[in-house]
């Protein structure tokens, strides 16, 4: 299993952008996938969630009305599109395949992707 997440660089406060997240390897058709973020010093932090079934998804509370998580009929490719961004959403952010356990917990992924780094300027 690969993930490799894409999309990050420099950015204003309040521009946009979209983060890619490409899995390979096998068939991810029934896989819940997420993304986190996170600054150096700083624990892992849970960012957004998709099942598979369904599509539902979960957001840090912190971050509803911003940002978006999505992906590709053929499920292999997730997204997160990142509105209105803030100087506080700088941060490697890194897509990562559920395994089981709570979504917002990290221990709960068992594969992660290299992660892209997002740098928001004042």
């Known amino acids: 299993v690969q993930l490799q997440a894409s999309g990050g660089g420099l950015v204003q406060a309040g521009d946009s952008l979209r983060l890619s997240c490409e899995a390979s390897?096998?068939?991810?058709?029934?896989?819940?996938m997420a993304w986190f973020r996170q600054v150096p010093g700083k624990e892992r932090e849970f960012v957004a969630a998709i099942l598979w079934n369904n599509n539902r998804t979960y957001y840090a509370d912190s971050l509803k009305g911003r940002f978006t998580i999505s992906r590709t009929k053929a499920k292999n490719t997730v997204y997160l599109q990142m509105n209105s961004l803030k100087t506080e959403d700088t941060a490697v952010y890194y897509c990562?395949?559920?395994?089981?356990?709570?979504?917002?917990?990290?221990?709960?992924?068992?594969?992660w992707g290299r992660g892209t780094l997002v740098t928001v300027s004042s």
């Open positions: 390897g096998r068939s991810f058709t029934y896989d819940d």
């Open positions: 990562a395949l559920f395994t089981g356990g709570r979504y917002f917990s990290p221990a709960s992924y068992g594969a």
